[in-house]
């Protein structure tokens, strides 16, 4: 259950700082209810995402990506931008608005499928689909085949959602639950890319559990929550697990399912009921199904701005 409350508070205002969700997965046993609660202040307005969410889930996985690193298409007309708070950085370079920057996705499929957050005209919060959605992944000791496994799913997310995914490289970056989503000595003056980062056990599970990842969607809300938008999010993979997986054919599929999943919180799904799709918590789903698509290709229609 996510609920979203703004609370306003004066007068110009921008928001800031949510992480969205700690997602997580587990093996084996039945996953225990756990609140998790991320509460985002600001200045002037404060959104509070709450997540009363499974402590762990489970995921599933495939992939087609599509845009190559460094893409720099021509920005499009953009309108004049609202002066907003310092710590927002300019409009990308490779903005294109007002076009988004891969077709959205028509799709007839339908489904269950959730949403971490809505606006309040009921619309999901998501990317802006006409800039494209940045990664770097830490490759420190990362599992063979877990950098392929992530591009892969990263293809397969763009093709469902519409949203364009730019491989910026390798980073040394670690995942870390107070990351700035801004910076400049690192990634110069834009969103920092979406992190994926590959973890121990220990870095991501209380004691006795077996998550399998973690994600961390990043929101930020400057004129209100309907200007809400994911900027950039971080994902933790259990460097241990997906190394064991990935050497099993057996347990390979699931791999790549728990990947989709994540990267489905990433870009704004929440889990579901039905154990038919990779967004439900805890079942071996190692696929995309019509929900998981219906829900993919929503967050992929989301709302383009001219102000980050
Ligand atoms: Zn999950």
Not at 185 to 200: F, K, S, T
Request: charged letters at 20%; hydrophobic letters at 45%; one cysteine or more.
């Amino acid at each position: 259950m996510v609920i979203i409350a703004l609370d306003e508070g004066g007068s110009v205002g921008f928001v800031e700082r949510s992480q969205a969700e700690r997602r997580d997965r587990r093996r084996d046993a039945p996953p225990p209810r756990r609140p998790v609660v991320d509460v985002t202040a600001g200045v002037a307005i404060a959104i509070v995402l709450v997540f009363v969410a499974p402590a762990a889930l489970r995921l599933v996985t495939p992939g087609v990506v599509l845009v190559p690193g460094s893409a720099a298409p021509a920005a499009g007309t953009v309108d004049p931008t609202p002066q907003l708070g310092p710590e927002y950085p300019p409009l990308p370079a490779d903005s294109r608005y007002p076009s988004r920057v891969l077709p959205p996705v028509r799709t007839a499929a339908t489904g269950d499928h959730a949403y971490i957050g809505t606006r309040p005209d009921g619309s999901p919060i998501a990317f802006d689909p006409c800039r494209p959605v940045h990664f770097v992944i830490n490759q420190d000791e990362v599992p063979d085949a877990g950098g392929q496994l992530v591009r892969a799913a990263m293809a397969e997310i763009s093709a469902a959602t519409g949203l364009a995914f730019v491989d910026d490289g390798a980073t040394s970056e670690r995942i870390s639950e107070d990351r700035e989503p801004v910076q400049p000595v690192r990634y110069g003056e834009r969103w920092a890319p979406v992190l994926v980062d590959w973890v121990d056990d220990a870095e991501i599970t209380a004691p006795g559990e077996e998550l399998f990842g973690v994600t961390f969607p990043h929101v930020i809300a400057p004129t209100g929550t309907a200007s809400a938008r994911y900027v950039t999010g971080s994902v933790g993979l259990n460097r241990a697990w997906f190394a064991h997986a990935l050497g099993d054919p057996a347990e390979a599929a699931v791999a790549r399912g728990v990947l989709l999943h994540e990267l489905g919180h990433l870009v704004g799904l929440d889990h579901v009921k039905d154990p038919a799709q990779v967004m439900h918590a805890t079942s071996d789903t190692v696929g995309l199904a019509d929900g998981d698509r219906a829900g993919l290709a929503a967050v992929g229609a989301g709302a383009c701005h001219a102000d980050t």
